[in-house]
C-alpha cells in the first residue's frame, strides 16, 4: 500500500471559520504516522490543465489557476464556503495529480491500494463550477485518467461521504464505463441525490435520513449497493473517503462510527479483490471532527491494508 499527501495541499486557507481547513489534513497525516511509523508517505506530481479539462471547462480551470492575489492573506470567494487563497492553485494540482498518480500506480502494477490524504476535496465540483469547498474533481480526474490513459471500461467510484457527489455524479451520469454508488444524509446540502436519479442505469444513489446509525448503513451497503457494485466487475475501485458522517461531525446528524468506515473498506476491497486484482484509491473528502476523522481515518487505512 501507499500513502500520498503533499505540503501543498496545506496551502489552501479558506479563512478563519471555515471547516475545510489545513488542520484537517493535518490530523489525517499525523493519526496515519502514529498507528504507522514504518508507512513512508510520498509525494505525487501536480495535474496538468489538460488532465483536468479532460472533465472540467476552461474557464473553471483558469478561474482556479490563473486568479492572483497582491497578498498572502487575501481571499476570493467562489461561494459562502468555497474560497480561493494564493496556495490555492497548487494544493488543488497537486490534490488531483495524486489521484492520477495513484491510479497509474495501481494500473501499472506497483501496488494494489492508495489512500491519498489531499485538499481541497472534490466530489462536488461540477465540469463547470467550483462548490461545496471543492475547487477541481480530484477523483473525477482520475476516473477521467483510468479511462482514457488506460482503457478502462468499467470504473467504480463509490462515495461514503455525508454529502451527495452532485459533481461526480453529473459529470459521469450519461457515461456507461463508470458506475456511481453513493449513499448520503438527506436533506443536507448539496440537495441532490434522490432515489430517482440514476443516469443511464449507472447511477445508485441511496438518501439516509438523519439519525440513521450503523444497522441501516451497513444494511444498505451489504443488501443493495454491494451486490450492485459486484454484478458490475469493476476494474478498478475509486473512493470518495468521507468522514463526515461520523455521530460526532457537526456538519451532519447520521450515527455512523468509525467502526462502519472499516467494515465497508475491507467489504469493498473484497469485491476488489475478486474483480480488480486489488486495486483501490481513495481520496479524503469531508470530515471536520478532528479527533472523529482522526479515528475514522485510521479504522480506513487499517482495512486497506487488512484487506
Excluded at 30 to 54: C, G
Excluded at 108 to 120: H, K, L, T
Excluded at 231 to 241: K, N, V
Excluded at 260 to 287: C, K, N, P, Q, Y
Amino acid at each position: 500500500m501507499r500513502l500520498y499527501t503533499h505540503p501543498a495541499c496545506l496551502e489552501h486557507r479558506p479563512g478563519p471559520g471555515n471547516p475545510e481547513s489545513p488542520a484537517r489534513l493535518e490530523a489525517v497525516v499525523e493519526a496515519i504516522s502514529a498507528r504507522w511509523p514504518d508507512q513512508r508517505w510520498e509525494h505525487p506530481r501536480a495535474a496538468t490543465r489538460a488532465e483536468l479539462m479532460r472533465v472540467h471547462r476552461a474557464d473553471l480551470v483558469a478561474l482556479i489557476l490563473d486568479s492572483r492575489f497582491d497578498d498572502a492573506d487575501d481571499t476570493l470567494h467562489i461561494d459562502a464556503e468555497t474560497v480561493l487563497s494564493a496556495g490555492s492553485a497548487e494544493a488543488a494540482l497537486h490534490a488531483a495529480g495524486a489521484g492520477i498518480h495513484a491510479v497509474d500506480a495501481v494500473l501499472g502494477g506497483q501496488v494494489r491500494r492508495v489512500f491519498c490524504a489531499v485538499r481541497p476535496p472534490g466530489h462536488h465540483a461540477t465540469a463547470s463550477e467550483a462548490m461545496g469547498f471543492c475547487l477541481f474533481n480530484n477523483l473525477a480526474v482520475a476516473a477521467a485518467h483510468a479511462i482514457d490513459m488506460h482503457g478502462l471500461t468499467r470504473v467504480a467510484i463509490i462515495d461514503f461521504d455525508v454529502h451527495h457527489g452532485n459533481g461526480t455524479e453529473a459529470i459521469f451520469a450519461s457515461d456507461a464505463r463508470v458506475l456511481y454508488l453513493s449513499t448520503h444524509q438527506s436533506p443536507l446540502f448539496p440537495g441532490t441525490g434522490a432515489a430517482s436519479d440514476v443516469g443511464i442505469g449507472n447511477v445508485i444513489n441511496r438518501p439516509m435520513a438523519p439519525h440513521t446509525g450503523s444497522g441501516a448503513f451497513r444494511g444498505l451497503w451489504s443488501g443493495d449497493l454491494l451486490p450492485a457494485l459486484n454484478a458490475f466487475r469493476p476494474q478498478i475501485l475509486l473512493l470518495s473517503a468521507g468522514f463526515d458522517g461520523h455521530r460526532r461531525d457537526p456538519m451532519a446528524d447520521l450515527q455512523l462510527d468509525a467502526d462502519d468506515f472499516g467494515w465497508l473498506t475491507g467489504e469493498l476491497g473484497a469485491i476488489a479483490d475478486r474483480h480488480a486484482s486489488g486495486r483501490i484509491v481513495s481520496m479524503l473528502e469531508g470530515g471536520y471532527d478532528l479527533n472523529a476523522l482522526r479515528e475514522s481515518a485510521i479504522a480506513h487505512v487499517e482495512a486497506l491494508l487488512r484487506s
